[in-house]
């Protein structure tokens, strides 16, 4: 069984996780949630856990942002050497 981490590529993005109770956006970088494991939220004043199963989905469901910094800081990584 593979144990799946929360991605080191992520720490320095900006993720948005709903409250699951009233859906109000929390945005704050991926090097906060992987430390936080709760919060108040500022839509309905509840606290709100944040577990590891929930981190994970939130890593994955912003994979994505990996795509737009791919290849921007060195365009030739995967070229050949001449």
């Known amino acids: 069984m593979t144990k799946m981490t929360?991605?080191?590529s992520?720490?320095?993005?900006?993720?948005?996780?709903?409250?699951?109770?009233?859906?109000?956006?929390?945005?704050k970088r991926g090097s906060w949630f992987r430390?936080?494991?709760?919060?108040?939220?500022?839509g309905c004043g509840r606290m709100i856990r944040i577990g590891y199963p929930e981190k994970l989905k939130l890593f994955e469901k912003h994979t994505h942002l990996l795509?737009?910094?791919t290849g921007?800081?060195?365009?030739n990584e995967h070229k050949p050497a001449s």
Do not use: H, M, N
């Not at 992520?10 to 945005?27: K, R």
């Not at 921007?72 to 365009?75: D, I, K």
């Open 6 to 8: 929360l991605s080191e």
């Open 10 to 27: 992520l720490i320095a993005v900006d993720l948005t996780y709903q409250c699951p109770a009233c859906q109000f956006p929390l945005v």
């Open 35 to 42: 430390v936080v494991s709760k919060y108040r939220c500022e």
């Open 67 to 69: 795509g737009a910094f």
């Open 72 to 75: 921007l800081a060195c365009p």
